[in-house]
């Protein structure tokens, strides 16, 4: 079970791009890296997932460096409303994760 | 498409009485989840299931049991409610259990125990 580390709150103006980097020193071979966004009062949603190298999509970016011991969740242009907890994951299956308490980014006006 | 909906939204219930929590999901998922979030913490599982008829303990189980009767729903029960069991509980479901592929939550319920 791969532990993750990651910081506990960020602030960040908006417009700005915001970099949210996740440790996970003791990753396996088969493990996935998984990021998911929560909204206060909402449950947490998808938003990328990766094994290696990159990964774009319509909301983020997900940098993997190839040692897979870190990876970086990327979110160009932040705005007001990306105000949320982030929470990496990693894996093999959601029985065998936690959610851990994530990183509170506060976009500040 | 409604996704994956909880039923109640709010319950407040006295220490010893029980009741049970509704999931419903019309997306054909296997996988079922049932979480518990506290203030400042993050998400710990309950109970899951891989399919229909099946059901296996999480991180935090004792105090709870479930059923998964049908496909499309997940019933978590608490039998006699304890303070401690107050929290936000989160249903989620998936198509696998692959951390690869999305887990879909509902907006959850908020349950208090006086």
């Known amino acids: 079970l791969a532990k993750t580390t990651q910081p506990i709150s960020m602030d960040s103006y908006e417009g700005q791009e915001v970099n949210i980097t996740c440790s996970h020193n003791?990753?396996?071979?088969?493990?996935?890296i998984t990021w998911y966004q929560q909204f206060p009062s909402q449950g947490p949603r998808f938003i990328i997932q990766?094994?290696?190298t990159k990964v774009t999509n319509e909301v983020a970016s997900l940098f993997i460096p190839a040692d897979r011991k870190s990876s970086t969740l990327s979110l160009p242009r932040v705005s007001l409303s990306d105000t949320a907890v982030y929470y990496c994951?990693?894996?093999?299956?959601?029985?065998?994760?936690?959610f851990g308490t994530g990183t509170k980014l506060q976009v500040i006006p | 498409n409604a996704g994956v909906t909880q039923t109640p939204k709010f319950r407040v219930l006295k220490t010893g009485q029980s009741m049970t929590l509704l999931c419903a999901q019309d997306?054909?998922?296997?996988?079922m989840y049932w979480y518990r979030q506290d203030p400042g913490m993050g998400l710990r599982l309950i109970h899951y299931?891989?399919?229909?008829?099946?059901?296996a303990k999480g991180e935090v189980p004792d105090g709870y049991n479930v059923s998964r009767l049908k496909k499309q729903n997940f019933l978590l029960g608490l039998e006699s409610a304890a303070p401690s069991q107050t929290s936000v509980y989160f249903c989620?479901?998936?198509?696998?259990?692959?951390?690869?592929?999305?887990?879909?939550f509902g907006d959850g319920t908020r349950l208090s125990i006086l």
């Open positions: 989620a479901s998936s198509y696998l259990g692959q951390l690869n592929q999305p887990q879909h």
């Open positions: 003791n990753i396996a071979t088969n493990d996935y």
């Open positions: 990766g094994y290696k």
């Open positions: 994951l990693v894996g093999t299956g959601y029985q065998k994760v936690t």
């Open positions: 997306m054909n998922h296997e996988y």
């Open positions: 299931s891989v399919g229909e008829g099946t059901t």
